[in-house]
Each structure stands twice: as C-alpha cells, then as structure tokens.
C-alpha cells in the first residue's frame, strides 16, 4: 500500500477518515488501520479516530 501523497494535515485527515469507515466496515484488518495511524500521527491528532484493540486469535 502506498504512501498518502500530500502532508497537509486536512488531506491527511481526510484520507485517513476513509480508511477508517474502511476499517469499520471489515474491508481492512485492524493491524493495517492501526499501522496507517501510526504513519502519520505526527500530521494528524489521532484522538479524532476510532483505535480497537487487536483480538487475540488464542482467546477465541
């Protein structure tokens, strides 16, 4: 998966909303969105975005 092009914060922000309904709606597992927001927590303030905790494949 490719970078976000752009560094303005707004973009950013934007782009990454996406991924977030993306990562709500099951399209992406929760380690990429997880890895996607720690890419770019110096632009954004992450506190905006929703951050589940990983399940554990043993308690299952």
């Known amino acids: ?33 997880r890895n996607i927001l720690n890419d770019y927590a110096e632009i954004v303030d992450l506190s905006k975005f929703t951050v589940a905790k990983e399940e554990n494949e043993c308690t299952k």
């Open 1 to 33: 998966m490719g970078k976000i092009m752009s560094n303005d914060p707004k973009m950013c922000y934007a782009a990454i909303k996406l991924i977030e309904q993306l990562y709500k709606d099951g399209h992406i597992p929760v380690y990429m969105y």
